[in-house]
């Protein structure tokens, strides 16, 4: 059971507000329509307090995706109708940011809207493609076929995210260990050390002092290194994304070293498989290519497809739109000329999105191989210093001990 924040009239037309206790928002809305009450909205309530606070991106994980068109899919292919399979979905996923958009949905398409609007109202939480897609199976009257084509379009997304992030696991296991290590010693091992040379009256050489002074400011003044942290994460956060700064880090990750090649598969990728989905959907080549710039996560590539946007509305084909997209490979203006040539410009996309696929899990591997001695050799250098800060002493301690 849970809490629902309503409003609703009487027949007097006075409007009164309120919480209800029910299973669902369909349990809800029928308890409040069997006290004779006409709902103006009914919506779940998320309670006050900082525990209620959503933190980070208002979207839906692509998990999430994957379940809410999974299961729409499913239940409008048995033949239930959308409002009943949206109150059956509301009571089946499991996560807060998750059920207040089919919450909400279910109330706008309560409220008069149709199913394309209610999504569109979601625009903040759902991702470009879903909305569309939405809207064009509506109005062919197959929207399970396009909430199916949905799920597996995000299933395959995840899986190169996943692939992605688990390839990321040891590198960003060897610098948190890093960190780790030189923080314990620099706070726990080097005063204490440090401290027994002070009283048996010896000098401690110029790299323990250095290291020495580190320590000293991380033991008294940690706040300030937590500050200091925080505003430089905030910061680069925010001129992240900023007009300048996302065109400076686009083009830093497009044509970094090995990073580059890995940016470049990846956006290859996303770019066929959203396109190919987008086409089989029934949605024209100028929106796939508006919907599918936004997905690619990179100003740069954003901007060269919103020039290929205004080619294809002056009547330039695809292939020829993309041609000086350099970072794309070359490979895909070969693949998109001869799908408009043949007439199957979806399915041909749909395979060079697994080619490419493969070819991003290469090069993600590459990118890993390479980051491993390079962080092994960043711990040795920290680790080694404080260490050797630590031995230094040490080694002349013996001439001071009478």
Known sequence: MANFRYQVLDSAGKKTTGVIDASSIADASRKLKG??????????????????????????????????????????SAGITIIRSLDMLYQQVDTKRAKNCVGEIYEAIQSGKTLSEAFRDQKDVLPAIMISMVSAGEESGRLDEIMNRLAEHFQKEAKLKNKISAAMVYPKILFFLTIGITVGLLTFLVPGIAQTIYDLGGELPALTRAVMAVSDSLVHFWYIYIIVVTAIVFGFNFWKKSEKGSITWAKLMLTMPIVGKATKMTAASRFTRTVST??????????AVEITAASLDNKIL??????????IRKGTSLSKSIKNITEFPPMIYAMTAIGEESGTLDTILDKAADFFEDEADNATAKMTAALEPVMLILMAILVGTTVGAIAM??????????
Not at 278 to 287: D, E
Not at 302 to 311: C, P, Q, S, Y
């Open 278 to 287: 987008l086409l089989k959907s029934g949605i024209s080549v100028l929106q």
């Open 302 to 311: 954003e901007m060269k497809l919103a020039d290929a946007r205004i080619e």
């Open 35 to 76: 006290e004779g009450k006409y709902i103006a909205s009914i919506e779940l309530d998320k309670g006050g307090g900082i525990m209620n606070m959503e933190v980070g991106s208002k979207k839906l994980k692509t998990k999430e995706l994957v379940m809410i068109s999974r299961q729409l899919a499913s239940l409008l």
């Open 393 to 402: 002493p040490i080694f002349t301690m013996a001439q001071y001990v009478e």
